[in-house]
């Protein structure tokens, strides 16, 4: 029976430790987090982002716009952040209403306020390993794995989904590590035999159960990013759960695994761009 890994505790861990870096020198840093129109699951999002911000003692900004908002007013509500002294970091919520041009909105962030590490630049960064800010998602599995002890040096590390936000990023923070790495998609032939040489098997595809305890090699770790909803209506994984947990060593939940961590990441990189702006 797979240990799980509590990402709850890792990340309060870490905000913890961002809460005495503040308190202890006494730093005034803030987040603007933007959200457009009123997508449900945007504003809870939203609102733990703004809660985490609290816990960890950095000053939230919500600017949220009407879902008519056009592009060209997006990028001036930026460009008026970039410019404010008060706001470290920039966020902008996703998904975008159709009429924003994504791209447009993630390269007018300043690179040193894009705590989402959405900019080419910063992209580009992660693959070359030099880094100011870690994705988030993938930032936050490999601090589950560094909780753990849990080294992916020579490991057989297969990434289940190929997304700029979180599989290629995934596979770059392993391939820095070491891993020998291996990014399946939709077009993947035979996805159960590759699943199965995973030493550690990580799945950001948003399918329900799209990962069976079949695909699984006995002993692996398995790391579950997917946030769907099951037949009740509840969150739920990738991951066939209870059966996967059986044959695996590690295993992350959902909820409660990956998606508190991808937050945490985001204060630590909100607390590293006010160093950086600093310096
Ligand atoms: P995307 O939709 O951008 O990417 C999904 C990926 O899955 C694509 O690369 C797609 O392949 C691949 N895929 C789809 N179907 C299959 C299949 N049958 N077999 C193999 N691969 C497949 O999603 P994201 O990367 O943004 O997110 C993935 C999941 O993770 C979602 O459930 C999302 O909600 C969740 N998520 C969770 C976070 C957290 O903090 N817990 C943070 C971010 C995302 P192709 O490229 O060929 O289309």
Do not use: W
């Amino acid at each position: 029976m797979a240990k799980i890994i509590d990402g709850k505790a890792v990340s309060a861990r870490i905000k913890a430790e961002i809460r005495q870096e503040i308190e202890a020198e006494k730093l005034k840093v803030g987040l603007a987090v933007v959200i457009v129109g009123s997508d449900p699951a945007s504003r809870v999002y939203v609102n733990n982002k703004k809660k985490d911000c609290e816990a960890c003692g950095i000053i939230s900004f919500e600017y949220a716009l009407p879902g008519d908002t056009t592009n060209d007013e997006l990028l001036e509500l930026i460009g008026t952040l970039n410019e404010d002294p008060k706001i470290n970091g920039i966020l902008v919520q996703q998904p975008l209403p159709k009429q924003i041009n994504v791209q447009s909105v993630n390269e007018r962030i300043s690179a040193l306020k894009d705590v989402d590490a959405f900019r080419f630049e910063n992209m580009g960064r992660i693959v070359d390993g030099n880094f100011n800010f870690l994705p988030c998602t993938p930032g936050g599995i490999m601090d589950l794995l560094h909780s753990e002890n849990i080294s992916v040096s020579g490991k057989e590390c297969v990434v289940v989904g190929r997304s700029n936000i979180v599989g290629k990023p995934m596979a770059m923070l392993l391939l820095h590590e070491n891993a020998t790495v291996t990014i399946c998609h939709s077009k993947t032939v035979d996805l159960a035999a590759i699943c199965r040489r995973a030493d550690v098997l990580i799945a950001a595809v948003g399918k329900k159960g799209i990962i069976t305890a079949d695909m699984i090699k006995p002993g692996a770790v398995v790391i579950d990013v997917g946030m769907n909803k099951n037949d009740e209506g509840k969150l739920c994984g990738d991951v066939d759960f209870a059966a996967v947990a059986e044959k695996s060593s590690y295993i992350t939940p959902v909820p409660g695994g990956v998606g508190p961590m991808t937050r945490a990441i985001l204060m630590k990189n909100t607390i590293k761009a006010y160093r950086l702006q600093k310096t």
